[in-house]
């Protein structure tokens, strides 16, 4: 079973929509998740990190951790076609060597 | 905006030689990192450093690979003897501490091997 698990897409939405952004993880040491943007052939871009189970929001972004059932999310309101891009959740904490562990990431589209 | 930069953007070697690919992690930061992505898979750990020693190394870091810090500013990741399956991109990350806290990543290195 992989360690986390993330629907690679791709997911087509119109601007204006609300996207969600879905991972699973199994390993239950896991103790914080972040969530990268990356844009085509460039580095993974930090938008959300979480730490505990609940909610957490930036801006149009709301992450949320639900440890209980290992699954983690994350909302766009009122996405932009500059959303466009591949969205990647992390999952750290089983050591203490700050290794992440990444979902296979989501590619998404927001048509004007 | 403090940012960890990558060089060279793109490397080009030939099956058997050796690379270097250098990194300049967030000034203020402590514990670095290296992760790899080959073309359309996921962005997978190579290995962790801190105080100058190896925290945490994968399965494929192998004797092949090594890392340096040899001065205040720079992090070196070096591939001894390239092979074909070692093209990829190749992300530095830094953060202030390890456990809670975010990991930066750099823009990255195209490592090709022919």
């Known amino acids: 079973q992989k360690e986390v698990e993330q629907d690679p897409g791709p997911l087509s939405v119109p601007e204006g929509a609300i996207v969600s952004l879905n991972c699973t993880y199994s390993?239950?040491?896991?103790?914080?998740f972040m969530w990268y943007r990356q844009y085509s052939r460039k580095g993974p871009e930090l938008l959300m990190y979480t730490y505990s189970s609940g909610n957490k929001e930036d801006g149009r972004f709301t992450a949320q951790v639900d440890k209980s059932s290992k699954y983690i999310s994350l909302f766009i309101r009122d996405s932009q076609p500059s959303d466009s891009a591949t969205y990647l959740c992390?999952?750290?904490?089983?050591?203490?060597?700050?290794?992440?562990?990444f979902g296979q990431g989501t590619t998404l589209q927001v048509k004007p | 905006e403090p940012e960890v930069t990558q060089t060279p953007s793109h490397q080009v070697t030939q099956m058997g030689q050796e690379v270097i690919l250098r990194c300049v992690p967030i000034?203020?930061?402590?514990?670095f990192y290296w992760y790899r992505q080959i073309l359309g898979q996921k962005v997978e750990f190579l290995v962790s450093?801190?105080?100058?020693?190896?925290?945490?190394k994968s399965e494929i870091f192998d004797d092949q690979f090594s890392v340096e810090r040899p001065d205040g500013s720079n992090f070196t990741l070096k591939i001894r003897s390239t092979k074909l399956e070692d093209s990829a991109m190749y992300f530095c990350?830094?953060?202030?501490?390890?456990?809670?806290?975010?990991?930066?990543f750099g823009p990255g290195t195209r490592l090709t091997v022919l």
């Open positions: 992390a999952a750290g904490g089983s050591g203490n060597t700050g290794k992440l562990i």
């Open positions: 990350a830094s953060s202030y501490r390890t456990g809670d806290d975010t990991q930066y």
């Open positions: 450093f801190y105080n100058n020693e190896i925290s945490e």
């Open positions: 390993n239950s040491a896991f103790q914080y």
């Open positions: 000034s203020n930061h402590l514990y």
